[in-house]
């Protein structure tokens, strides 16, 4: 990683270090990932963690602190979102005991921002804050079917990532499978994760139609029905839409006109 020129970049270079595969670093592990002297990392390290940015263990470790996780929290599509959409996840869950996601879109990855995991579920390789890219899950085909055109087609001009056999790697084969998704409002993604799950998810739209968000159930591919699970999936989503203020637009103008 090239050196920071600025203050602020270089602060951002720091925490730009941390990943999923990195959530821990200690003091040199910095140096050398943002490719900044060791005695700089270290007066900018001890200010992102007397602000709370950046936490440190009992080994010496930094990791990603508690006071940044809130700021984040606020920043849109978040800002409400989460909030509105739990209690319907919890109801989805209790129907299902499954896996209930929920994503937003960021550039051509899907980021999760919240979850609930079945305790008998099958296990899933995602967590609050992970991101996966959009051509792989199932909110992931909801999130990019419903996106601007330049960007589906900047997904569609990628390197399509396999993980399983299963994944969609052919062009052609995702955009059928895009257009099926705003036919029918649904998205399946079947074994594209891993070669046990399947996954079910709708688009949640906020007040002007816009699909901000998608939720999803991922359950055990093997004697698994979509079908059956749809239902349950798409009736959450619209609750969390209307929570949202998806049609409100509609009724203000209705009100307007009476």
Same mark, same amino acid.
Request: proline share 5%; charged share 25%; no cysteine.
């Given at each position: ?8 970049? @270089? $602060? ?7 990943? #999923? ?23 900018? =390290? ?24 809130? =700021?984040?929290?606020? /920043? ?12 319907? *996840? ?22 999760? &921002?919240?979850?609930?995991?079945? @305790?008998? #579920? ?18 992931? $085909? ?16 990628? %390197?399509? +990532?396999?993980?399983?056999? +299963?994944?969609? =790697? ?10 099926? =998704?705003?036919?029918?409002? &649904? ?5 594209? *994760? %891993? ?16 699909? *901000? ?6 359950? $055990? ?12 999936? %798409?009736?959450?989503?619209? #609750?969390? /839409?209307?929570? *949202? ?7 203000? #103008?209705?009100?307007?006109? @009476?």
């Amino acid at each position: 990683m090239g050196r920071a020129r600025t203050a602020a970049g @270089r $602060l951002l270079g720091i925490l730009g270090a941390f990943s #999923a595969d990195h959530p821990h670093l200690t003091l040199s592990e910095i140096s050398r990932r943002t490719g900044m002297p060791l005695t700089t990392t270290h007066r900018l =390290v001890g200010e992102l963690t007397d602000w709370g940015a950046l936490e440190r263990d009992e080994r010496g470790r930094y990791r990603i602190g508690l006071r940044l996780l809130e =700021v984040a929290s606020l /920043s849109p599509p978040w800002l409400g979102l989460r909030e509105t959409a739990l209690p319907f *996840m919890e109801d989805l869950y209790e129907v299902t005991h499954e896996n209930v996601q929920l994503a937003v879109r960021d550039e051509l990855d899907v980021v999760y &921002v919240e979850r609930i995991a079945g @305790r008998q #579920a099958v296990g899933v390789y995602t967590r609050v804050g992970g991101r996966w890219p959009l051509h792989s899950t199932g909110v992931g $085909l909801v999130l990019l079917a419903y996106a601007d055109p330049e960007v589906q087609e900047l997904a569609l001009g990628s %390197t399509l +990532k396999p993980y399983t056999e +299963k994944t969609i =790697v052919d062009q052609d084969e995702l955009r059928r499978v895009l257009a099926e =998704v705003r036919r029918t409002g &649904v998205a399946v993604s079947d074994r594209q *994760m %891993t070669l046990d799950a399947l996954s079910v998810a709708a688009p949640i739209r906020g007040p002007s139609g816009e699909v *901000m968000a998608a939720l999803s159930i991922v359950v $055990l591919a093997d004697g698994a029905e979509p079908k059956a699970l749809i239902p349950a999936v %798409t009736a959450a989503a619209r #609750a969390i /839409s209307r929570g *949202m203020g998806f049609g409100s637009v509609g009724r203000a #103008a209705r009100g307007r006109g @009476r």
